[in-house]
Structures are given as C-alpha cells and as structure tokens.
C-alpha cells in the first residue's frame, strides 16, 4: 500500500488581463510522487482551467520547471516528499524573469532565441561530455557516438539568476554556458557575443544558477571559464597571435 | 483565392507533423491544443527510435514502417536524436531460440542486422549483463521527444501554420447538414470560448481521439494502453537495449542524457487524463530491467512516469499492432469535414502526417505531393523562437 498524505497544494493563478492570485487544492497524494503529478491531478480532478508545461516527466525536456517553495524546480523529478511534509502546503509559481503565459506557463521565446543567437548544442559527442557515471575510460570507438547535451534549456537558472532580474537583455546563466560549451576557440564569432555589457562581464557570481541546475551543466563555473577565454583571446590578440 | 483552411486538434507528434506536412502543401492551418507542446502522450514516450525490430517477428507492417521513417528521421531531424544504434541480447535458452525468427523477420523487413559475440557485445556496452548468449546490433537509436515534437512545429510555424496551445476543443461546429465546419475552444489562459471556422478538422488526439470523435455523435476508434517509464540516474550504455524475445513488460533500456530509462508495461485503460503509477509496475521495472543491466539496482530512480499509447484494431495490449489508421468520417459515417488519424508510433510520425495531409489534400482538391521526406526541420527551438 502506497503511503497517503493529504496537502494543500497553493497554486498560483494568473489570467489574461486579472490580477494574479493564489488558489488552495486540498489533496491526498503519494508523498513517493513527483510535484508535476500533484499538479496534473489539480487539473484533470480539480480545475480544468489550470495551465502549465511538461512534457517528458524524466528530467529530459525541460518543460516543467516552476517555483516550488519558493525555489526553482525541475517539478517532474522534484519528490512530494522532499518539499513538504503531511498535513503541510505545497506552494507551487510560475519561473520569475519569464513572462507569465497563465498560472505556471510560462513564455520561453526570448531565453530560446537567446540559445540559438549562441547556436547553442542540440547533441555532441559522448567523449565530449563531461560524464563520469559509469566511471570508465572511453574507448576510441566512443567518439563516434552521439548524444543530447546536458543542458535541457529548462530556464531554471533564469529564473534564479538575480542579475537576470535587472535586466532582460542579460544574455543569461545556460545561453553563456552554452557558449562556454563550444569554446570561443572553436567558434571565435561568439567573442563578440559574450565580451559585452550584457554578456559574460554583467554576471555577479552569485552561484544561483548553479544551485538550482537539475541537470548538471553547472552554468557558473562555466561563465567564470568563458571570462577566461575571453581574456585569453585579448591577450592573444594583444601579443599578436591570433 | 485564400488558401484553405485546416484546424488540427492536438499537438502531439501527429498534429506537429501534420500541421508541417499541409503547411508545405499550401493550406492555412491552424493547430489547436488543450496544453501546451506534447502535453499528453507524445512528451511521454520513451524515446526508442525504432528500427523496427522489436515488431519485426509479429509484426511486420510496423516494423517496415519503423525502418523507413527511423532513416528518415535520422536525415532530416538530427539534432533530436541518439543515431547510436541498439543491441538485441539474449540471455537464456528460450532468447536463444528467438534468435532464427528474428534473423529471418529483420531479413524480411530489411532491417540491417549484425551478429555478434558474447566478448564482442561485452566489449561494446560494457555494462550489460556479463551472462549475456548472444547479441544483435540493430539501427535503433533515442531521440528527445519535447524536441522532436518542436522541430516539426517550428518548422510548421515558419511556414505559416499558427499554434493556439492551452486552447482546448469543446464541442464541433456543424454546418445544418450534418457536416463539421469547424471547433468550439476554450481559450484556457484568457478563460474565453470562440468558434473557430475551417474547411476540413483534423483530429490528432491520439489516445483521447475517442473523446473527440464523441462531440461529434461518432464511435471511438482507438484503445488507450498505458504504460509505465522509469528513469534511472545513470548511462549505463550509449544504444538502445532490447531483450531477444517477443515484446514483454519492462524489456527495452534506452539512454538518455545522463539516464537510462527502462520500459514498458501494457494495459487497457478508460480515463488517461491522470493515469496513476503503482509501485508493482515500479518493481516489475526494476527486477526486468537489472536483468538486462545488473547495475540498475544501484542506481536510484529519477523519473517515474505512465504514458498512453493509442493503439487501434482489434484484440488487447501487447497483441495489437503498432501501424496507425486514417479515418475520413465522411467514408465511415457520411460526416464530411472531419478526419482522424490514430495509432501508430513516435518513430512513424512523418508517414502517419503524409498519410493524413493525403487524404486532407483529396478533400480539398490539392494536388500537391508530399515533400517531407526530403525536407530537413528548421532548429526545434524556431517554436518557441519565431513569434505566433
């Protein structure tokens, strides 16, 4: 028998031209659940009208992250009984610095075409990834094979980021992290890209980002390499070798 | 003349590629859906680009089906997929005997195949289980299903096709005689219905095609057959893993990012609107899978999740085939204006929209051939990228 605890579950609601409010489901859920199933439960047994993205509910889409407690979330992985306890609330928002679609959707178009202003890897070779479950040394033959990148463009870090609060034209914690991942070496047109105002030098160090990634990119040490290779390809330029 | 108008409801793999499909063939279209991008079972897939051999024994018209579109796939939407192939392996006398019919079908369906030994397929995935009698490499591969979906609509958008996601279909508008000329919606983030008009309606709701086709006073001609997913939190092996033998509960291993997922339990269900998982389903993962990789039981779960299949034709779970069917109402009931399509497998997304825009395009006198197969999809992030 599955363990019963019943939550109020505060999801926040929000429709086109109101005013944003928070609305309480009182539920029995399996604290073994995952957030997002607490959260499609509200829909398909509670209210219709709540919106909100997911799709692949095992950490590789992205679609699902949301503010849980007050933190960002990836809500498919994130267990019901890591957050709350029986008899507690469960409070549930949409990802801040992303406008609101409605209640927990939110709008991805600027943080993606940011991805793709820094075109962003898709998939890369395995022997590319930093990867080190299972621990083993690849073998030469792995190089060719391929697979989907760590970053899952979920937004999380955007929505932690408080740099990313002041203003919308921060390229952001995975746009720059991506950039890092191809290496201005390997593709010297993002120099311009990250060596900015709004690029790699507006970045604070907070480490937010990298305390809320689900999936293991570790955007801040990646931002703080990319500064590196920034400064690295001045100074190659300044003594001429590049 | 403006271009005819076609609504398609859903944005699953089969609207997607649909929508992109008419699109190309110069129809305005116009997709609705209740959710956003692969809110239902789509999303939820696991992810198996299937050459076709897990259907090859039993059934063939899938499993030829599965090897074009899996080589098509591979050319036009690269970037969503794993092309890192997948091993068979057998691992007991009754896989051994598996074996011939399986070397025979995949023959048949001319699905490339490779014997190899035992010390071969150790040597390859060094993480399956060391027991292992004998191995076959098939072109099998994983692709991430949010983004597949993505690149098919990105595309689609590009090319006109408009998205209203978190609209969801009420009820059909009807022409006096009997005909449908369009959807009844609710826009779920304004909290508004409107009508919406259109030449012909597609319905690509999959597992849910039966609610939709019953707006409409029609039968349900799909059977919704869940099953459960498990996510574990290591990457165990680079290609899709299947157990030798006839398709079984929690048999095939595919990884993913830093995962492996192990899948799959069939069942007949009514309402897919939540379907709840059980933890007997979760075990019966686990003991299946670690026979395949013995490490699973190592490892910690990260996911765990059910998705319904929409499986059409007669009998019940594992016995129904995988092809997909296209039904114009207009020959099955004499209710012009609406066409579903329903069945099929991630993997034959493409040629279930070639067929759908098919019988569309005879509808409204387009003649247009379908060029999908040599179309390569623009970035799936163009979807979210390119303004509505």
């Known amino acids: 028998m599955s363990e019963k605890w019943n939550i109020i579950l505060r999801i926040y609601r929000q429709k086109e031209g109101e005013a944003p409010h928070m609305d309480n489901f009182q539920m029995e859920v399996n604290p073994d659940e995952y957030v997002i199933d607490a959260v499609e439960r509200a829909w398909a047994f509670h209210?219709?009208?709540?919106?909100?993205?997911?799709?692949?509910?095992?950490?590789?889409?992205?679609?699902?992250g949301m503010r849980v407690n007050g933190v960002e979330k990836l809500t498919c992985i994130t267990l019901i009984r890591d957050v709350t306890y029986d008899g507690?609330?469960?409070?549930?928002?949409?990802?801040?610095?992303?406008?609101?679609?409605?209640?927990?959707?939110?709008?991805m178009g600027l943080f993606y075409r940011k991805m793709e202003k820094v075109d962003a890897?898709?998939?890369?070779?395995?022997?590319?990834?930093?990867?080190?479950?299972?621990?083993?040394?690849?073998?030469?033959?792995?190089?060719?094979?391929?697979?989907?990148?760590?970053?899952?463009?979920?937004?999380?870090c955007i929505s932690a980021c408080p740099i990313m609060a002041t203003t919308p034209e921060y390229l952001g914690p995975a746009p720059l992290a991506a950039a890092q991942d191809h290496g201005i070496h390997r593709k010297p047109e993002l120099l311009s890209i990250v060596d900015c105002e709004d690029g790699v030098w507006r970045c604070h160090s907070a480490f937010e980002c990298t305390a809320v990634c689900p999936s293991f990119v570790d955007p801040a040490r990646r931002i703080m390499d990319l500064r590196k290779q920034v400064v690295g390809t001045r100074l190659s330029k300044l003594i001429g070798k590049a | 003349m403006s271009k005819p108008h076609v609504i398609v409801i859903g944005a699953g793999f089969t609207?997607?590629?649909?929508?992109?499909?008419?699109?190309?063939?110069?129809?305005?279209?116009?997709?609705?859906?209740?959710?956003?991008?692969?809110?239902g079972t789509s999303g939820r897939t696991h992810g198996l680009l299937h050459s076709g051999g897990r259907y090859a024994v039993k059934d063939k018209e899938s499993a030829v089906e599965c090897i074009d579109e899996n080589l098509i796939l591979r050319k036009i939407v690269p970037q969503v997929i794993e092309p890192n192939g997948g091993l068979f392996i057998g691992l007991n006398e009754s896989d051994l005997a598996y074996?011939?019919?399986?070397?025979?079908?995949?023959?048949?369906?001319?699905?490339?195949?490779e014997e190899l030994k035992p010390q071969d397929a150790l040597k390859l995935e060094p993480n399956i289980n060391p027991k292992v009698l004998t191995a076959f490499l098939i072109p099998d591969g994983t692709f991430d299903p949010l983004r597949l979906a993505l690149a098919f609509a990105g595309t689609a958008k590009h090319n006109g096709a408009k998205f209203r996601t978190y609209h969801e279909v009420q009820g059909f508008v009807m022409d006096g005689q009997g005909n449908v000329c369009g959807v009844k919606v609710l826009d779920r983030a304004a909290n508004k219905t409107e009508e919406m008009r259109a030449d012909v309606v597609v319905n690509a709701t999959g597992a849910w095609s039966g609610e939709v086709t019953?707006?409409?006073?029609l039968d349900a001609p799909v059977k919704p057959t869940p099953g459960i997913m498990v996510a574990y939190d290591q990457r165990f092996v680079q290609r899709a893993l299947n157990r030798l033998n006839v398709p079984s509960d929690g048999d095939i291993i595919l990884p993913q990012r830093r995962m492996v997922v192990v899948g799959t339990t069939s069942y007949d269900a009514e309402n897919v609107d939540y379907i709840p998982v059980?933890?007997?389903?979760?075990?019966?993962?686990?003991?299946?899978?670690?026979?395949?990789?013995?490490?699973?039981?190592?490892?910690?779960?990260?996911?765990?999740?059910m998705a319904a299949r929409p499986l059409v034709g007669g009998g019940s779970g594992r016995s129904m085939a995988r092809t997909f069917k296209c039904y114009d109402h207009k020959e099955t009931h004499n209710i012009d204006g609406l066409v579903t399509i329903t069945g099929g497998k991630a993997t034959t997304l493409r040629a279930m929209a070639e067929k759908t825009a098919d019988v569309v395009c005879a509808k409204l006198d387009i003649t247009t051939p379908c060029v999908t197969k040599e179309t390569p999809l623009l970035s799936y992030r163009q979807y979210y990228a390119s303004p509505n």
């Open chain 2, 278 to 305: 059980t933890d007997d389903q979760i075990k019966l993962m686990l003991e299946r899978g670690s026979e395949l990789i013995p490490g699973i039981r190592n490892s910690k779960p990260r996911g765990i999740y």
């Open chain 1, 88 to 107: 507690a609330t469960l409070k549930v928002e949409p990802l801040r610095n992303f406008p609101v679609v409605s209640d927990l959707a939110v709008d």
């Open chain 2, 15 to 39: 609207g997607v590629a649909t929508a992109h499909d008419l699109a190309l063939r110069g129809c305005d279209v116009t997709v609705v859906e209740r959710g956003d991008i692969c809110h």
């Open chain 2, 99 to 113: 074996a011939e019919q399986f070397i025979e079908s995949c023959e048949e369906c001319h699905i490339p195949l």
């Open chain 1, 47 to 64: 209210d219709r009208t709540i919106c909100f993205r997911h799709a692949c509910h095992h950490s590789t889409c992205g679609a699902c």
């Open chain 1, 121 to 156: 890897r898709a998939v890369l070779p395995v022997t590319e990834a930093e990867i080190e479950n299972p621990p083993r040394k690849w073998a030469s033959e792995d190089s060719e094979y391929i697979r989907l990148s760590d970053c899952i463009e979920c937004g999380l």
């Open chain 2, 214 to 217: 019953a707006m409409a006073g």
